[in-house]
């Protein structure tokens, strides 16, 4: 992704803010199911970031105090359900070495102008055996390829660039981490969900897909 089409991302979420938001209200099963699954990875103790935090669906939901995000709209939103946010970009954040316990990552990394450069610069604010948590789109799961095949037609995911979960996991081990998990769940269309979707291990039928892997006392 090109610093342009970096942009046009951020000025569609901040001309949007409010229209993306409501997705999880219209979609409150799906929601509910992807914090499940995000949920069961979270500490119990611990100062946590969530990069890309949005309007603070996720990071109020899960404890998650601090977040950054660059669209000044959503972090507004996010600032009103009680998280400190930092307008920022995931590639150049704004905090000191080893400054959190966990950081979190959702449905963001496809939107990274360097999704690489934002996985090493997480890394480095994140503590020795911290954990860091990623949500994201599996492009290899039926319904992400349907997600894939009408990307161009969503007003939010036409500029997003899918990273498969084995390329994912390569960037990780790449960088260090240890104890690579993934789960995953949503496993039909958002709008025909009814109750919650169950949370599996793995990866490969379930959309939404939860990747963690725990800093190593020394990085490479």
């Given at each position: 992704m090109?610093v ?5 991302v ?6 949007a803010?409010?229209e ?12 509910r199911s992807?914090?499940?699954?995000i949920?069961a990875?979270?500490?119990?103790e ?5 990069i890309?935090?949005?309007t ?5 939901a899960?404890g998650?105090k601090w977040g950054v995000?660059p ?6 939103l996010?600032?009103k359900?009680g998280v400190?946010?930092?307008e920022?970009?995931g590639e150049?954040l704004?905090?000191k070495n080893?400054s959190f ?5 959702v449905t963001?990394?496809c939107f990274f ?5 934002a996985?090493h610069e997480?890394t480095r ?5 911290g954990?860091?948590?990623i949500?994201m ?8 390829k349907a997600?894939?095949?009408?990307r ?9 660039r ?7 996991l ?6 260090g981490?240890l104890?690579?998990r993934t789960s995953?769940?949503i496993?039909?269309?958002?709008a025909?969900?009814t109750?919650?979707e169950?949370v ?6 379930g ?12 990085t490479p």
């Amino acid at each position: 992704m090109n610093v342009g089409e970096h942009q046009e991302v951020t000025n569609i979420f901040e001309e949007a803010a409010q229209e993306y938001d409501d997705w999880f209200v219209r979609h409150e099963f799906a929601y509910r199911s992807e914090l499940a699954a995000i949920k069961a990875f979270i500490p119990k103790e611990g100062l946590g970031l969530e990069i890309g935090v949005g309007t603070g669906r996720f990071a109020s939901a899960l404890g998650t105090k601090w977040g950054v995000e660059p669209a000044r709209a959503m972090a507004e939103l996010a600032r009103k359900r009680g998280v400190m946010v930092q307008e920022a970009y995931g590639e150049k954040l704004p905090f000191k070495n080893e400054s959190f316990d966990f950081i979190l990552m959702v449905t963001v990394l496809c939107f990274f102008q360097d999704p690489y450069a934002a996985l090493h610069e997480a890394t480095r604010v994140l503590k020795p055996q911290g954990l860091l948590i990623i949500g994201m789109i599996d492009p290899d799961s039926p319904l992400g390829k349907a997600y894939e095949a009408n990307r161009e037609k969503s007003k939010f995911y036409r500029r997003a660039r899918f990273q498969p979960v084995g390329r994912v996991l390569k960037w990780l081990e790449n960088l260090g981490y240890l104890h690579l998990r993934t789960s995953q769940t949503i496993f039909q269309d958002p709008a025909a969900i009814t109750a919650l979707e169950l949370v599996q291990s793995g990866h490969g039928q379930g959309v939404f897909v939860v990747i963690a892997g725990e800093k190593p006392m020394q990085t490479p």
